[in-house]
């Protein structure tokens, strides 16, 4: 069974830092896609920035794009977050997401099948 735990948020000032990590087991995920999605309150949730499988292949929401950096390892089967020039509109939950398969996208919440229980993220202005 898969599990994913996330770690890392918290409460920051705004263009403050976090690193978000996720830790997957159950299995090996070195050969499929992982990514970051967030819901903010009466809001659905969106994607946030998402890896290929080698993390060679990125992609960003153009509200993230140049302050959130993906990242993975995957001998350790992690993936990692890391936010700077943090703003009040990103106050969160943020999820981590892994394929059960290989899939061509990797783009859209429908591409992913499994989630982890998110992590608060609150940016206080």
């Known amino acids: 069974q898969v599990q994913l735990v996330e770690s890392g948020g918290g409460l920051v000032q705004a263009g403050g830092s976090l690193r978000l990590s996720c830790a997957a087991s159950?299995?090996?995920?070195?050969?499929?896609?992982m990514g970051w999605f967030r819901q903010a309150p009466g809001k659905e949730r969106e994607a946030v920035a998402t890896s290929n499988w080698s993390g060679g292949n990125t992609y960003y929401a153009h509200f993230v794009r140049g302050r959130f950096t993906i990242s993975r390892d995957n001998a350790k089967n992690t993936v990692y977050l890391q936010m700077n020039s943090l703003k009040p509109e990103d106050t969160a939950v943020y999820y981590c997401?892994?394929?059960?398969?290989?899939?061509?996208?990797?783009?859209?919440?429908?591409?992913?099948?499994?989630w982890g229980q998110g992590t608060q993220v609150t940016v206080s202005s």
């Open positions: 159950g299995r090996s995920f070195s050969n499929r896609a």
């Open positions: 997401a892994v394929q059960a398969f290989p899939r061509s996208s990797w783009y859209t919440e429908r591409d992913f099948d499994s």
